[in-house]
C-alpha cells in the first residue's frame, strides 16, 4: 500500500495499543512515516537501532544488589518524566538484527516488559525492515517475532511522494519529474552493485542541491540517484530551462506558448501549481486548459490546492471540480 494508506493503517494500529511493523525497500519513507505522524499527535520518537546492539545492550546489564542480581536496562528506554506519557519507541532495522537480538525482543514485544522494565501505558512499539526480496541484509524474522506484530507492507507511490515534497516545500522541478517519470521513483535494478540509485529518500536529498551551478549540479545528482536517473533528470532540467517564464505565462495565458513536449508539459503544470495565489489561480487555470492533455488540467489544480488549501474555497475551483466531478481529490 502507499504512505497515506500506511499512515491510516498505523494509526489504528496505535489507537489499539498493537506494535506493528512496517515493511518495505531502502528509501521508500518507513522511518518518515513515523516521525510524521509523531509529529501530528505532538509525542517523541525514541529511535532504538536494533542492528547496532546485542542482546545485553536490550536485556541490561546485571547488577549485585544484597544477595540477588538485577538488570539495568538501557537509559534510552521511554521515561514518563523525561520523554512524556505517549510516544514511539522505533525499533529500526530489528529483522537485520542478530538472531540472538531478535530473539532478545519477544518480551518487550509482546509483554512491554524486559529484564526490571516495564514501558509506559502511553507508549508504542514500532518496528520497521526491509523484506528479503529487497536484497537489503534483512534475515528471515522468527515466526515467534513476528506473530507479535501487526504488519503493514508499503510500496512506493508517486502521488503520496509528490504530497510530501510539496508539504516540505521541494522545488516544483523535481515534482515535475517524478511526474513525468514515475518509474525512476524507486529503481533498486542492479542496486546490489551499485552505491546510488533513485528512492524517494534519494530524491529528497537531490531537492536540496538542485540549485546547486550546472556542472556542480550533475555530479551531486548522480553521487545520490546514480548514473541513469541524474543523465535523465539533467535532461530534464534542459528542457525546463527552454520554457517561457511562469511570470510571462500568468500575465498573458491565452497568447503565451504552449509546448509540445511531454517533459515540457509536466514542467509547466508543476511550476504553476507551485506559482499561483488566490489572485493568479484563473490565469493558471487558463493555460493549464490550454495544454494538451486534460492530466495536466488535473495535475496543476490538485498540486495547487494541496499546497494552498484557500485555492479550494475559490470560484475557479468550484467551476473546475463541477467540470470534473469523475476525479477523486483527497
Known sequence: MNLKRAKELLSLYIYADLAAFLWGMPGVGKSSLIKQLAKEQGVNVIDFRCS?????????????????????????????????????????????????????AFGLVLDRKVGEYTMPPGWRIIAAGNRQSDKAAAQRMPS????????????????????????????????????????????MEGAADLRAFPTPRAWESVAKVIKAPEALRSEAVRGIVGDGAAAEFEGFIRVYQQLPSLDLVLANPNSAPVPSEPAAKYAMASGL??????????????????????????????????????????????????????VTFN
Open 52 to 104: 547496532t546492539r546485542d542482546p545485553v545492550a536490550l536485556m541490561g546489564i546485571p547488577s549485585v544488589e544484597g544477595e540477588t542480581a538485577k538488570w539495568k536496562v538501557p537509559d534510552e528506554f521511554p521515561q514518563v518524566e523525561r520523554d512524556g506519557e505517549r510516544g514511539f519507541l522505533f525499533l529500526d532495522e530489528l529483522n537485520v538484527a542478530a538472531p540472538s537480538m531478535q530473539a532478545a
Open 144 to 187: 515467534a517475532l513476528a506473530n507479535r506484530f501487526a504488519h503493514i507492507d508499503i510500496d512506493p507511490d508517486v502521488d503520496t511522494t509528490v504530497q510530501h515534497f510539496i508539504d516540505i516545500d521541494v522545488d516544483p522541478l523535481l515534482l515535475a519529474f517524478l511526474r513525468f517519470r514515475p518509474a525512476l521513483l524507486h529503481n
Open 273 to 326: 501549481a507551485r506559482k499561483v495565489d488566490a489572485k493568479s489561480f484563473e490565469n493558471g487555470m487558463i493555460y493549464a486548459q490550454r495544454i494538451q492533455g486534460r492530466e495536466f488540467e488535473i495535475m496543476f489544480t490538485v498540486d495547487a490546492v494541496r499546497r494552498d488549501n484557500k485555492l479550494s474555497h475559490t470560484q475557479v475551483f468550484t467551476d473546475w471540480a463541477v467540470r470534473n466531478q469523475d
